[in-house]
C-alpha cells in the first residue's frame, strides 16, 4: 500500500521566493496533518484538516503560510515570500478517522526546504 | 503551553545491551505514543498507549504509561545496530476533544555501537 507521498524531496530557492509543498495522504484517511521540523523547535504542527476542512491553523506562523485541501486525496503548504528561517523539513502526516483520537499518524518521508 | 521532556538527548551503548528512555510532562494527556525516526525518512509510530498503568509491547520494545499520567516509558532490550535513530514521545489529551494536538517531545538520538 501506498504511504503519505510529499514532493519535491528536496527544494533548494532563494529569499522572497514562492514555495509550494504538496503532500498526497493516505487513501481513505480523513485527517491530514502538516508539521515543521528543525532542530531548534523540533517537530510544530503548522495546521491539520478533516474531511478537507480546516480544523486548527494556530500553528501556521504567519500569514506567510498558507495551506490547502482542495480534496481528499491532495494538499498543499505554500509559503510566500520564503525567508531563510523558513528552512526545515516540513512532514505531512494523514490518519484514518474512527482511530482512537489523532495520535496515530502515518508521516511522509517529509520536503527539506532551504532558503537562501 | 504543554511541554514534553525526554533527556538526555543523547544515548550511546553497545549492541546487544537494553535502553531505557523516559518522557515527561508537566500536564496530564491520556494517550501517550513513541514514535522512531530514522535519516531522512518521516517518523514511524512504534507503540501507542490509552490507558494509565497500560504496559505494551511490540518486539523488543516495551513501553508504559505512567500512572500519574504525566509520564512514560520506552524500554529496548538487546538492542541491534538497526535501532538506530530518533525517538519520540507524543502525549494526547483527548478530553479536549478527539481532535485535540499531538505534544512531541524533542527526541532522543540512540546510537548502537556494534
Known amino acids: 500500500d501506498a504511504g503519505v507521498i510529499q514532493s519535491p524531496r528536496h527544494e533548494v530557492t532563494e529569499m522572497g521566493q514562492e514555495v509550494t509543498l504538496r503532500c498526497k495522504p493516505i487513501s481513505g484517511h480523513d485527517y491530514l496533518f502538516w508539521y515543521r521540523q528543525t532542530m531548534m523547535r523540533g517537530l510544530e504542527l503548522l495546521i491539520y484538516f478533516n474531511n478537507n476542512v480546516p480544523i486548527d491553523d494556530s500553528g501556521m506562523p504567519e500569514d506567510r503560510f498558507s495551506a490547502k485541501m482542495p480534496n481528499a486525496s491532495f494538499s498543499t503548504l505554500k509559503i510566500q515570500p520564503s525567508e531563510p528561517r523558513d528552512s526545515a523539513v516540513y512532514f505531512c502526516?494523514?490518519?484514518?478517522?474512527?482511530?482512537?483520537?489523532?495520535?496515530?499518524?502515518?508521516f511522509g518521508e517529509g520536503s527539506r526546504l532551504t532558503v537562501l | 503551553g504543554q511541554q514534553l521532556n525526554q533527556s538526555p538527548q543523547s544515548v550511546f551503548i553497545q549492541e546487544g545491551e537494553d535502553v531505557s528512555m523516559n518522557c515527561t510532562s508537566s500536564s496530564i494527556f491520556n494517550t501517550w505514543l513513541w514514535y522512531k525516526q530514522e535519516p531522512g525518512e518521516g517518523p514511524v509510530l512504534l507503540i501507542a498507549?490509552?490507558?494509565?498503568?497500560e504496559l505494551t509491547s511490540n518486539g523488543r520494545l516495551t513501553a508504559q504509561f505512567g500512572i500519574t499520567r504525566k509520564d512514560s516509558f520506552l524500554n529496548i532490550s538487546a538492542s541491534i545496530p538497526s535501532d538506530v535513530g530518533i525517538y519520540f514521545c507524543a502525549g494526547q489529551a483527548l478530553w479536549a476533544g478527539a481532535n485535540s494536538k499531538l505534544t512531541f517531545g524533542k527526541g532522543i538520538t540512540l546510537s548502537v555501537r556494534p
Open positions: 502526516a494523514s490518519n484514518p478517522q474512527g482511530s482512537r483520537g489523532t495520535g496515530e499518524l502515518f
Open positions: 498507549l490509552y490507558k494509565a498503568g
